[in-house]
């Protein structure tokens, strides 16, 4: 009788698989139920979706990437198709009490897009705009140090949750809501109903601006809320080299195909300046500023390597108003400007 495979080989292998239509792997979207390697390999999956061509592309996806197991064994697929989560409403619906809702967004995690967002809201609420923080990154939420909250947020008698607020900015995170080494353990529907929770049943009140700090990619959340949310529009985050731009060509193309305004690109990691004043360009330079030239949307400005940023984040208390003559406050502080322009 022959040994059974190993199993984590075979989930490495499935991890490499992108789900038909997206970047991200089968496995990290969810869509893997289970693996058994006894007797060959069945790959159990469970996906929701109206096209009828999605299951069949899935199994031949996943036999090609298993083809080259020790011993050739035979792969068996088993794919449940179950029907989508509908989203109610054919039209974005306004959230009560805000007027402007803008996105924060990257097609590659790491480029820096949640100290972007946490630094802009603190910038426009100290400029007196009414201005929420939705962390919109279920798996990976940050923005609760970086604002120095950690109590859990409460309910009114309506039920809604009530925003935790810092530094004049209201904050809905699930880093609020989870122990520091707690993991958002979520597939796709519930994922879905937590994000409409976040802007839906919390009770931001009356807000001038509500930025959404979202996850990297284009993937469900990212969905749900341009299809249920009407966005003022979305700023790209990115960091000079190739890699990350070429995800946030995908980021600008989702927006684009659902009619959310680019307000433009800001590139993060944008050199660093040594003590001795020589400019070190670790990632790269002027590559968002190129991409904004290409795609013909505004460039918001490139924000340097600076450990005080990181050093800031760390302490819950954003650079913005930590040292707000730093040139990276500048730069932030004049794309709020912007913003604030808007938001009037």
Known sequence: MSRPLD????????????????????????????????????????IATSDTGVAEELRRRIISALSGLPGKPAVKVLVDVQAPVQISGQEPAAIPGVRHVIAVASGKGGVGKSTVSVNLAAALAAR????????????????????????????????????VERHGVKLMSMGLLLGDDSPAVLRGPMVTRYTQQFLRQ????????????????TGDIQLTIVQTVPLAGAVIVTTPQEVALIDARKAVSMFSKTNVPILGILENMS???????????????????????RLGVPFLGALPIDPALRIASDAGKPLVLADPDSPASLVIRRVAGNLAALAR
């Open 271 to 293: 050199g660093f300046i040594a003590p001795n004043g020589s400019r070190h360009d670790i990632f790269g330079t002027g590559g968002g500023e190129r991409e904004a030239a």
């Open 202 to 217: 919390v009770h931001w009140g009356a807000l001038d601006v509500l930025v959404l700090d979202l996850p990297p990619g």
């Open 7 to 46: 199993q984590q080989l075979v989930r490495e292998l499935l991890s490499k698989v992108p789900y038909p239509g997206f970047s991200r792997d089968i496995v990290s979207f969810g869509v893997v139920r289970d693996v058994r390697t006894q007797d060959g390999v069945t790959v159990q999956c469970v």
């Open 128 to 163: 007196g705009l009414k201005t929420g923080l939705c962390d919109c990154d279920l798996y990976g939420p940050s923005v609760a140090l970086m604002l120095g909250a950690s109590e859990r947020p409460e309910a009114d008698e309506q039920g809604r949750i009530i925003p």
